[in-house]
């Protein structure tokens, strides 16, 4: 079955740190892959995705590759700000499933 | 384009109750997903609702259950809720269910089951 496994938080960073969480998944097929984001108390925001081997999916300064070679989509952006304090779930979606997995989710607190 | 919304946002229910979600999904999509997510268990499929029939359903028992209507708008039960059901519960629409397609969510109904 299709899995997605996510590094371990929490992630404490301070400002204008750089920022990765790495990602990797076992699936059958070629799925899409996404990350997500989650305030406190809201529901899962989609924040960039990327549907095929070596798309690069990128919005906000977040950027993540899709890696068919090594079955990963780490998140990284270059200099995190106080605002971007969320949990980030890594998921894939297989085409002909309507179901997306996820990994559990990475919290991340930027400290000012 | 209005995004993708869930009521109630917030409910309260005392166990062996009964309980009704409702999502509205982005105009135009056909395809509902729902998502279980607790602080244990991290987010769950419940099932996947297409052009008025599931076609996709997790690994939860027959108390949960869902429907779709024809204009796309899906509705999940719980009946005789149990502690354990207390979650966010997360509907997500998308287009079609073809390669490069994206679930949207919604805010999520909050059930506290006392």
């Known amino acids: 079955g299709n899995s997605v496994t996510q590094m371990e938080g929490p992630v404490t960073l301070s400002e204008e740190a750089f920022l990765t969480i790495n990602c990797t998944y076992t699936?059958?097929?070629?799925?899409?892959l996404f990350w997500y984001v989650q305030y406190p108390g809201e529901g899962l925001q989609l924040l960039l995705k990327?549907?095929?081997?070596?798309d690069k999916g990128s919005n906000k300064g977040f950027e993540a590759t899709y890696r068919k070679e090594t079955t990963s989509f780490h998140l990284e952006k270059g200099s995190v700000q106080v605002s971007d304090s969320a949990v980030y779930f890594c998921?894939?979606?297989?085409?002909?499933?309507?179901?997306?997995?996820f990994g559990d989710g990475t919290t991340l607190t930027v400290k000012p | 384009k209005a995004g993708v919304t869930q009521t109630p946002r917030y409910l309260i229910k005392t166990r062996g109750q009964q309980v009704t979600l409702s999502c509205s999904p982005i105009s135009g999509h056909r395809s509902v997903s729902w998502y279980q997510q607790t602080p244990g268990q991290g987010l769950q499929f419940l099932f996947e609702?297409?052009?008025?029939?599931?076609?996709n359903k997790g690994n939860f028992p027959g108390r949960f259950s869902g429907r779709q209507f024809s204009n796309s708008r899906s509705e999940m039960n719980v009946s005789t809720l149990e502690l354990g059901d207390s979650a966010l519960y997360l509907c997500a629409s998308s287009l079609t269910q073809g390669r490069g397609d994206t679930q949207y969510f919604g805010p999520g109904t909050r059930l506290t089951v006392l």
């Open positions: 998921a894939l979606l297989n085409t002909n499933a309507g179901k997306s997995t």
């Open positions: 609702y297409f052009s008025e029939t599931q076609r």
């Open positions: 699936a059958t097929g070629y799925p899409s």
């Open positions: 990327a549907t095929k081997a070596d």
